[in-house]
Each structure stands twice: as structure tokens, then as C-alpha cells.
């Protein structure tokens, strides 16, 4: 019976593996190939909307498909950690359904500009008013990001007091979630400081290489069978202490 739950929960381990991954590669590649071509200096945003609405659209699925990830993911940490401590890994589920509500407003706002621009497209005041709103999209995401942090810290530490994987790595998530945290609430606090380089790089580098390493660990490793690990152990225990 063991053996069959943790069989379980290794197929499931495997595909937060794969949710590791798309929850970083994902919103990345959105970004970096899609979402950024419309906000170029010296340029009108709006325009650029307007110009290429089929590729903007794909920006929207793209939020649809990264928040429907962020949902995917929760459910799978929870599945796995609950064990642990199931009133953590209940708080760190509904930390991430709000982060994963949050990035679906921001979707929502992409396609409620795109409609709006549609509608008044000569509304030269209206496109005043969209352009700052879309050009910041970065630095709204600072809101999502923060409750992505604590809940992200609260299943590494889940992981790292589970012993289902090396403690270096466990330890590693929640220095690199703790950074999430102070970068993201910088921007929203002090967001003169969050644009210095070295703190982008410091807020933002190590989470993704993190992702990355746990995601592949996952994906290829799975969780170690505490549980069966710590049955053998107690049986030589009692076993030496009989003789």
C-alpha cells in the first residue's frame, strides 16, 4: 500500500517537473518574443496594438495558458507536500490561487485594451491613457510576484523539512523566493531602486536558474521514498535492539 502512494506521488512529482519549467519558459518566452516587440522606444504602443493584433492575441492566450500553469502547479505541490503539514501547504495553495487569479486580471486587461482599442482607435486620448498602462505591464506583475514568493517559500521549506530532495536544493528555493520577495516589494515600494541592475539581476537570476535545476530534478528524478526509507530503518532498529 506504501509502495503504491508513493508510486503515485512520483508520477505527480514528475509533472510539477514539467509545471517547473513551463511556469518559467512560459511567460519568458511570452515576453521576450512577443509582449516586449510592442513596447519599443520611441514608438506609440497602441499603434504597434494595432498593427499586429493577431500577435497581441497570442500574448493573451499565453497569459491563459501561464495562469491555468500557475493553477496546475499549486494543485500538484499541494498533492505532494500536504503530507508534510497540510495547514502550510493549505496557505502556500491559496497563496499561489491569487497569484494565479492575479496574472488571469492582468490577461484580462490585455484583452479589454485590445477591444477598447478597437473601438476607439482615433481616440487619441484614450491611447494617453493605454499606452503607460500596457508599457508597465513589468512592474505590475510585482504584485502576483509577491504572493508567488511567500508561497513558493513556504513549499521549499515544506520540501527541505520532507526530505524529498537534497537539502541543498530545498534551502536554495527558499533563498531564491526570499529574493523574489525583496525584489518585487522594492518595485512596488521604492521602484527607483528596483530598475538598478544589480538588483534586477539579483530579484530575478536566481529563481530562474532555480526553476530550471528543480524542474529537471523532478522531471528526471522524482521525490526521494522517504517514508519507505525511514520503515527500513526502524525495522533493523527494532531488530538490532531484539537481539
Not at 503515485?8 to 511570452?30: A, D, E, H, M, Q
Not at 504597434?48 to 499565453?62: A, D, P, Q
Not at 490585455?110 to 508599457?135: C, G, M, W
Request: net charge positive; glycine share 6%.
Amino acid at each position: 500500500m506504501q509502495f503504491i502512494k508513493y508510486s503515485s506521488t512520483l508520477k505527480i512529482s514528475r509533472v510539477v517537473g514539467i509545471l517547473f519549467l513551463l511556469s518559467l519558459l512560459v511567460p519568458t518566452l511570452n515576453w521576450m518574443f512577443i509582449l516586449s516587440r510592442f513596447i519599443t522606444p520611441g514608438s506609440c504602443t497602441s499603434l504597434n496594438i494595432l498593427n499586429n493584433e493577431l500577435l497581441f492575441r497570442f500574448n493573451i492566450v499565453n497569459g491563459i495558458f501561464t495562469t491555468i500553469i500557475i493553477l496546475a502547479l499549486a494543485s500538484g505541490l499541494y498533492i505532494i507536500l500536504r503530507e508534510v503539514n497540510r495547514s502550510m501547504a493549505l496557505l502556500a495553495f491559496a497563496l499561489k490561487i491569487i497569484e494565479g487569479v492575479l496574472t488571469a486580471t492582468l490577461t484580462l486587461g490585455h484583452f479589454i485594451t485590445l477591444f477598447v482599442l478597437k473601438a476607439e482607435s482615433q481616440n487619441i486620448e484614450l491611447h494617453k491613457v493605454i499606452n503607460p498602462l500596457t508599457e508597465n505591464y513589468i512592474f505590475f506583475t510585482a504584485i502576483p510576484g509577491i504572493f508567488f514568493g511567500f508561497s513558493m517559500v513556504i513549499y521549499s521549506y515544506l520540501f527541505l523539512k520532507s526530505g524529498y530532495l537534497p537539502v541543498f536544493l530545498a534551502f536554495s528555493g527558499i533563498i531564491s523566493y526570499l529574493l523574489v520577495i525583496f525584489y518585487d516589494s522594492l518595485t512596488v515600494l521604492l521602484p527607483d531602486y528596483a530598475v538598478m541592475l544589480p538588483i534586477q539581476i539579483s530579484g530575478s537570476a536566481p529563481v530562474c536558474l532555480f526553476q530550471i535545476i528543480i524542474g529537471l530534478w523532478l522531471l528526471f528524478n522524482g521525490i526521494k521514498d522517504t517514508a519507505t526509507h525511514d520503515s527500513v530503518k526502524s525495522h533493523n532498529t527494532n531488530k538490532y535492539s531484539v537481539r
